[in-house]
């Protein structure tokens, strides 16, 4: 019997304020005090379990994230460049708000706006997943049957997860990824099961 790839994914603590309900995507932004603190509960909670390898962005608010995490101070995690956030072109700075009103669009439908290449000069899904694939079936086929983590980005999380479920990407809005939040999978030849979703350290344990 195949043993299972349990997979962690872990996004960044919460951003610098400025960058509240902005779309970020490759602007390299330091985390908030309270992602900072966010951060060290969520590294608490990761040092209580055990891990073969970590990988994450380079981007800061991803190291700056991982930083409090004994684990990765003693065995430097592996940065993976194509776990970068997704490059949202020409809404990159811009809040929801002024999305609605340059584009006529509705923030929120980001993900169908992505896909159908509807954000002017911005990645598209295809190259997204590709970048984005080809690093997550390296790290699966290096640790199978291993437990492993990946911090990254709720962009790269949804795509992520997009993959491995064979869900479309649009359909990826239906599901939240809080900042500091761990999602678990388990990843079987055929099959892979979603364990945990959108788990919070700094607040879902006191």
């Not at 640790?143 to 709720?154: F, K, M, N, T, Y």
Request: aromatic fraction near 10%; glycine fraction near 8%; hydrophobic fraction near 40%.
């Amino acid at each position: 019997m195949d043993t299972p790839t349990r997979l962690f994914l872990i996004r960044h603590a919460e951003v610098a304020e400025p960058y509240h309900r902005v779309f970020g995507g490759r602007i390299d932004m330091d985390l908030s005090a309270e992602g900072q603190r966010q951060a060290a509960a969520l590294g608490r909670y990761l040092a209580s379990l055990s891990f073969d390898a970590v990988y994450a962005s380079p981007m800061k608010r991803v190291q700056q994230t991982l930083a409090g995490w004994d684990r990765v101070r003693s065995c430097p995690d592996t940065v993976v460049d194509g776990f970068r956030e997704v490059d949202f072109g020409g809404w990159t700075g811009l809040s929801w708000d002024q999305v609605q009103e340059r584009f006529q669009t509705e923030a929120h439908r980001w993900l169908d706006q992505l896909d159908r290449g509807g954000i002017p000069g911005a990645e598209s899904a295809a190259g997204f997943r590709e970048r984005v694939e080809a690093p997550l079936r390296d790290v699966l086929e290096k640790h199978a049957g291993q437990q492993i983590a990946v911090a990254c980005h709720g962009g790269v999380i949804r795509m992520m997860l997009s993959i491995l479920l064979d869900i479309p990407l649009p359909k990826m809005a239906r599901f939240e990824f809080d900042y500091a939040s761990v999602t678990v999978v388990q990843v079987l030849p055929h099959k892979t099961e979603v364990h945990l979703a959108n788990f919070t350290p700094w607040r879902d344990r006191s």
